[in-house]
């Protein structure tokens, strides 16, 4: 029991349990921007009503999602003074670096652009207004690299040396923390799952309202955009998450090995489709297994040889001294498992979506009736097509949260797939924790943080769901005849600034 609740286990529960919540809000902030982005600037190109309304809608649940992000994030920056002070003396040059950018991005540049975007339907152009909104994208986007930039320093240590004296690393070459190829495969693959979870959140609440025959026209522009973002997200996600798996076989061949539950080494290594095994004896005794898929998986060769997790182990004891350098093998066997199964399932919903609106299964259209426009819901007549939109609706509404648990795994595998380091082969977890914080104030600290986290859920979801229900807003006369000019026509000066929410 003792062991259980020794402060480095519950400083990592807290830091666990703070960052995954926080976590599904980042890929939803990053996707959601771009995606509101797009649906204006199709209202500004083409003044279609359905644009405009689907941008406020969208819009309000990224103000939502965003304003949670914030909050909830603000708490990550706190854990390391308060539960990880002497990881923050070893690698504060290093890391403070990349979150000193980031936190001016986000609180400097995001939140003047935002606050011009939400403060300024009435008082700026179209296209300035516009312009406002895709700073905002772009500033989650570099905002996100700065993050993952830092965060790949951990995995894969560079451009810094050691000062014996002060007993910290060093910075000695920033571009090369920015840079690095752990970086770049990092964000890239984080980046395209942040689509694949904006899009499926698309698809998903735009399922909600076409499956109610509620605003046709704007939740099938919205499916539609929502499904193809899936299609691409996903498959980029699957490209660069095979890229990234080929430089972590390289830079950290534990992980790899342990993803698989690969206890020694083989030639051709095979992928584990299902494994049980006992951890202490380092062996599986049950394995279902696809031939020399892991070598080309980790080598881009079916028959190259894969170091298993005792060959590591040995290796990493001879290196750094003795130990035991094995992660968690069934949550780093099983997380690796449940980021695949999720992420690219939802791949598969939105290519289905897409052929199944492609052929008029799904999708609403309009026909006239004398001078009106009216919007129906168009089902194929052939049995097929009833059978698949029954079931394809209620899966496309599930699949809004299938990339979410995708994200929240990866995060999980790969920074548990990295222990016992916190900085990979230069400084270990168990010497990041605050050497003078006891028992009873991490687990008191965890026990607020996480039912303050409970309560924040309980007011996100009713939020989301209040104005998901309700739907796009009806449109104004101001909505519709933006200003010409900054600050609006003068017959307005004296009216106050319009809250677009």
């Given at each position: 029991m003792e062991m259980a609740l020794a402060p480095e286990?519950?400083?990592?529960?807290q830091f666990g349990i703070t960052t995954v919540y926080h976590f599904l809000f980042v890929p939803l902030t990053i996707s959601l921007a771009a995606l509101t982005a797009g649906l204006q600037t199709a209202w500004v190109r083409t003044e279609k009503e359905k644009y405009l309304r689907a941008t406020k809608f969208w819009g309000k649940l990224f103000l939502i999602n965003i304003a949670m992000g914030v909050v909830?994030?603000?708490?990550?920056?706190?854990?390391?003074?308060?539960?990880?002070?002497?990881?923050?003396?070893?690698?504060?040059?290093?890391?403070?670096?990349p979150l000193a950018f980031e936190a001016l991005i986000a609180f400097f540049f995001e939140s003047t652009f935002i606050g011009l975007w939400i403060f300024g339907w009435d008082k700026l152009p179209k296209k300035i207004h516009l312009a406002c909104i895709w700073m905002v994208s772009i500033g989650t986007i570099l905002s996100a690299y700065f993050i993952l930039a830092a965060n790949s320093w951990m995995q894969h240590p560079v451009g810094y040396k050691i000062n014996g004296e002060r007993g910290r690393a060093e910075l000695t070459d920033f571009w090369l923390v920015l840079s690095q190829n752990t970086a770049v495969a990092q964000a890239f693959h984080t980046l395209s799952a942040a689509f694949l979870t904006g899009g499926a959140f698309m698809v998903g609440i735009a399922a909600f309202h076409l499956v109610r025959k509620r605003h046709i026209s704007e939740m099938r522009t919205s499916l539609r955009l929502g499904l193809v973002t899936v299609a691409v997200g996903g498959l980029l996600t699957a490209i660069s998450g095979d890229h990234l798996g080929k430089i972590m076989f390289e830079q950290q061949p534990m992980k790899m090995a342990?993803?698989?539950?690969?206890w020694d080494g083989e030639a051709p290594a095979p992928f584990s489709i299902f494994a049980y095994g006992d951890v202490d004896e380092g062996h599986n005794k049950v394995a279902i297994e696809i031939p020399g898929l892991l070598s080309f998986l980790a080598n881009g060769d079916f028959s190259s040889y894969v170091p298993g997790i005792n060959d590591v182990n040995a290796a990493e004891q001879e290196k750094y001294g003795p130990g035991d350098y094995r992660p968690n093998i069934p949550v780093a066997y099983w997380g690796f498992r449940w980021m695949i199964?999720?992420?690219?399932?939802?791949?598969?919903?939105?290519?289905?979506?897409?052929w199944l609106t492609r052929k008029r299964f799904l999708l609403a259209r309009q026909y006239r009736t004398g001078e009106d426009e009216v919007p129906h819901l168009v089902l194929f007549r052939a049995p097929l097509g009833a059978r698949l939109s029954t079931w394809y609706w209620r899966l496309a509404i599930w699949t809004l949260a299938f990339p979410l648990i995708a994200n929240s795994w990866g995060w999980i595998f790969t920074e548990m797939g990295r222990q016992p380091w916190v900085v990979y082969g230069l400084f270990q977890?168990?010497?990041?924790v605050s050497p003078g914080v006891s028992q009873g104030e991490v687990l008191t600290s965890m026990i607020v943080f996480t039912s303050l986290y409970a309560i924040l859920a309980v007011i996100e979801v009713k939020l989301l769901a209040k104005y998901i229900k309700a739907g796009p807003p009806e449109l104004t006369e101001s909505d519709l005849n933006p200003p010409t000019k900054i600050g609006g026509d003068s017959r307005d000066a004296d009216k106050p600034m319009a809250f677009s929410y």
């Open positions: 286990t519950l400083a990592r529960w909830t994030g603000i708490v990550q920056e706190f854990q390391f003074g308060m539960n990880w002070s002497d990881y923050s003396r070893f690698v504060g040059d290093i890391f403070g670096a342990a993803a698989e539950a690969l199964g999720f992420g690219m399932t939802s791949l598969a919903i939105g290519l289905l979506g897409l977890t168990r010497d990041a």
